[in-house]
């Protein structure tokens, strides 16, 4: 975990956001999906993006070319907020589709996914 916060790399330009919640009112709990569609701009083997309050299930990564890659490591740096990606080999510029699905709860404060 970082000691000082740092703006994220410009990596990556977000061109699309697909996100698909299932809340449940009764237990203020959600189950969600999300597709984030990003030109790689410069070659990098991590992407760090903003979260808080979503636990993530699984990720995976589809290439320009078609090539899905379902290893795909994160972690979670509470203290900032950041998630960051790490993918198994550096990728070069290209569009690529990041995957996500998760878990988290409805909040009851002013953030994130809230009541």
């Known amino acids: 975990m970082a000691d ?7 990596l990556a330009k977000t061109s699309r956001y697909e996100i698909r919640l299932a809340p449940c009112l009764e237990t203020f ?3 969600g999906s999300e597709k984030i569609h990003l030109d790689i701009l410069k070659p990098t083997n991590y992407l760090k993006l903003y979260s808080k309050g979503i636990e993530i299930e699984n990720a ?7 090539t899905v890659i379902k290893e795909i490591k994160n972690e979670l740096d509470c203290k900032w907020e950041l998630l960051t990606v790490n993918f198994p080999s550096e990728l070069p ?23």
Not at 4 to 10: A, D, G, H, N, T
Not at 60 to 66: C, I, M, P, R
Not at 94 to 114: A, C, P, V
Request: hydrophobic letters at 30%.
């Open 93 to 115: 510029p290209q569009r690529i589709e990041l995957n996500f699905d998760f878990n988290g709860e409805i909040s009851s404060e002013l953030s994130g996914f809230y009541r």
């Open 29 to 31: 709990k959600l189950k």
């Open 60 to 66: 995976s990564l589809k290439l320009a070319d078609g």
């Open 4 to 10: 000082k916060f740092s703006r994220i790399p410009e």
